[in-house]
């Protein structure tokens, strides 16, 4: 406390801002930040406008990247995928599971709703909202693309296998199902997110 | 003529709000305008945020972003301003609101505003 900026007026402490900095997805972050920076009165207040503040951001956000119809039906292929790969390696890891399979689509989609509120702007050129979004348009094609995901998915699974073990050792995904549903699950939502950009096009758009 | 978008009573007055702030309000003081227009309720800071961005994605609003001002950290404010959907939409609601207005003092009489704004403001303080 006790900071100020330029024109002596009260300033929030840099290490909170920093933190809603980093809270805010990126497309958002420079306003939102310099509405809660002239609104400031004490920490508190910054963080109770910030709590109100960064979670609709966020929601917003995700909304906007992938509306609900396509969420849901992401959430349906990402399910199928996990049940089809279940059904592929049942011999190496058992029958498929329910609940294994709902607790894959859950993590699954919350890794990818975290991409969508996190990407870049929506009116940055060549914006794709697919899982693995390419860092410039015009370097990957489409099938790399596909590929990219694959490959990430792979490593994306083994990663949250660990992060799993550690916290429920006794619920463990089956390895060989795991990988080959995140495989699958890329391979069918892939292609619906870019088809999704596609449509996108022609909606109105946040101004530059 | 094409059909307009229905508004809820929030974004009705997240547009006003905009239409008051003669197309300079940005998130402060449209939050500010909101809270005066919706008193006694109070509304949050996210909520202006979420709505601006579904009316934006409706085509009823656009927005710009203005140069970094010292007030705010050297950070640029996203002002926004009404759109030809936006008006129409806002000018249908008032409209309707208008009729509604008419119908209820028919029945409660002609003063019936004035008398429920008195005794609401006695109340809310």
């Not at chain 2, 140069?67 to 996203?78: L, M, N, S, V």
């Amino acid at each position: 406390m006790g900071q100020t900026d330029g024109l002596n007026n009260p300033a929030p402490p840099k290490f909170i801002e920093r933190l809603v900095a980093r809270a805010l997805p990126r497309d958002c972050r420079e306003h939102v930040l310099g509405d809660l920076h002239e609104r400031y009165t004490s920490p508190i207040g910054y963080l109770a406008d910030a709590a109100s503040a960064v979670p609709a951001t966020i929601l917003s956000r995700v909304r906007r990247a992938t509306p609900l119809p396509f969420l849901l039906l992401e959430t349906l292929l990402v399910y199928a995928g996990f049940l089809a790969a279940a059904y592929w390696s049942r011999k190496a890891d058992g029958p498929p599971n329910a609940w294994e399979a709902a607790s894959f689509t859950a993590i699954v989609m919350a890794g990818l709703l975290w991409k969508d509120a996190y990407s870049g702007p929506l009116t940055e050129p060549g914006f794709r909202p697919t899982p693995y979004s390419p860092p410039h348009p015009d370097w990957p094609p489409f099938w790399l693309r596909v590929m990219a995901g694959v490959y990430l998915t792979v490593y994306f699974s083994c990663g949250l296998r660990t992060f799993w073990w550690l916290a429920w050792p006794h619920q463990l995904h089956p390895m060989v199902t795991t990988m080959r549903a995140g495989c699958i699950a890329s391979i069918l939502i892939s292609p619906l997110r870019i088809w999704l950009d596609a449509i996108r096009e022609d909606r109105p758009r946040r101004a530059r | 003529m094409a059909r307009t978008e229905s508004l809820g009573p929030f974004e009705q007055l997240a547009l006003t709000a905009i239409l008051a702030l003669h197309d300079e309000g940005y998130g402060v003081t449209i939050h500010a305008k909101v809270e005066e227009l919706a008193r006694p309720k109070t509304v949050s800071l996210g909520a202006i945020y979420v709505t601006l961005d579904r009316l934006e994605e409706k085509g009823l609003i656009s927005s710009r972003q203005s140069a970094p001002t010292a007030e705010r950290g050297g950070r640029a404010k996203r002002c926004y301003r009404l759109e030809a959907l936006g008006e129409r939409a806002l000018h249908e609601s008032a409209v309707m609101a208008r009729r509604m207005g008419d119908s209820i003092a028919e029945i409660w009489g002609k003063d019936w505003i004035g008398n429920w704004g008195r005794q609401w403001g006695k109340q809310t303080g």
